[in-house]
């Protein structure tokens, strides 16, 4: 099989969508995307469920027909061309696409198979990706017996047989635990390193700033927001220090002690008694400062912590809801987060 480094005769960008559209029935689940990756780099495509992600990746590798746009891979017409389409991509959906009766070898062997390997070609094949994905003492296992973690690298494993041009990952990570998620991560960066151009999906903004050159933020089926994950970081104010107020009847007096440290309005997490700010990239003086300005004013706190901004910051900022609501200040988890005017009014400032 040929290792597909170029695809002769093309020198645009190795995966470009323009205007694409997909409804079923009355859900609009494409609403006119336009996205657009370069030869060896990497796009995530990020936001919640139902945002459109999967959609948008099922159209480019020729599962879907979209209602309008046009979405080529490597100068490619997704519709007139699929079978050449499918000649240079692997894709690894949210479910693994193994069969469990069968062993981590068997999966892969016949994978070659159906790319047309020889028999000696396909073991081989297998046994390198085997090696390289660190299945190799369990190879000759059932794969129903393997982790959650191993299923999604050899799931991996199968959609590289071919070696192909351009892979497309759907929320490669999600259920796997924080050692898997990390070690799924090394092995992202190691095909790109190899010169893959890579398009994931995830719900997580970490894993898209760790992973991706360029990210692409879908809500309701429209791009809402596409940059570096620097860039989007800025926009929503950098990192987050939390903390739950333990007595919820000084909500609003701990909310005006940090306010003049957050840029921009702190967020109010009512159920939770759960504060936030928006701190840039000061760190653990901002942490300081945070204990002080509570201390200062005699509220006690649980949790106090810095993390980096999630999804749902990233929703909040840019539309006003959480990525789990509908503009009614929903938020993951069941919680509610207060509107920023009822904060401030409460808040006797």
Do not use: C
């Not at 060896?40 to 959609?55: C, I, M, Q, S």
């Not at 062997?109 to 390289?132: F, K, S």
């Not at 990239?281 to 400062?289: E, H, K, M, Y």
């Amino acid at each position: 099989m040929l290792d597909r480094k170029t695809s002769p005769g093309w020198s645009g960008p190795a995966i470009v969508a323009e205007r694409l559209e997909k409804s079923f029935g009355d859900v609009r689940a494409l609403r006119g995307v336009d996205l657009s990756v370069e030869r060896g780099r990497v796009l995530a495509v990020l936001g919640p469920n139902g945002a459109g992600k999967t959609t948008a990746v099922r159209i480019l590798t020729t599962l879907l027909t979209p209602d309008g746009g046009r979405a080529l891979v490597e100068g490619r017409d997704v519709v007139r061309s699929a079978e050449a389409v499918r000649e240079l991509i692997g894709l690894a959906g949210q479910s693994a696409a193994i069969v469990e009766e069968l062993t981590g070898r068997e999966n892969l062997e016949i994978m070659g198979r159906l790319y047309h390997l020889g028999n000696d070609q396909a073991r081989a094949r297998a046994a390198e990706l085997l090696e390289r994905f660190d299945l190799a003492e369990a190879a000759d296992r059932p794969a129903k017996g393997y982790s959650g973690g191993m299923q999604r690298r050899l799931d991996l494993a199968a959609s590289l047989v071919a070696r192909p041009l351009v892979l497309f990952l759907d929320e490669p990570t999600t259920g796997l635990d924080p050692r898997s998620r990390i070690g799924m991560w090394d092995v992202i960066r190691e095909l790109v390193s190899g010169g893959t151009t890579l398009l994931l999906t995830t719900q997580y903004l970490e894993e898209a700033d760790e992973l991706a050159d360029e990210i692409v933020v879908i809500d309701h089926g429209q791009v809402i927001a596409a940059g570096t994950g620097q860039t989007l970081k800025n926009r929503i104010g950098g990192d987050v220090v939390e903390f739950v107020v333990v007595d919820r009847s000084r909500l609003d007096d701990a909310r005006g002690a940090v306010g003049p440290l957050s840029d921009g309005e702190p967020t109010v997490d009512l159920d939770g008694a759960r504060i936030g700010i928006r701190v840039g990239d000061r760190g653990s003086d901002a942490l300081v400062q945070t204990v002080r300005a509570l201390d200062a004013v005699g509220i006690q706190t649980e949790g106090l912590g810095i993390r980096r901004p999630s999804l749902d910051d990233v929703f909040l900022t840019l539309t006003g809801h959480g990525a789990e609501g509908s503009g009614d200040g929903s938020a993951p988890g069941g919680r509610r987060r207060r509107p920023r005017a009822a904060a401030a009014e409460g808040s006797g400032r």
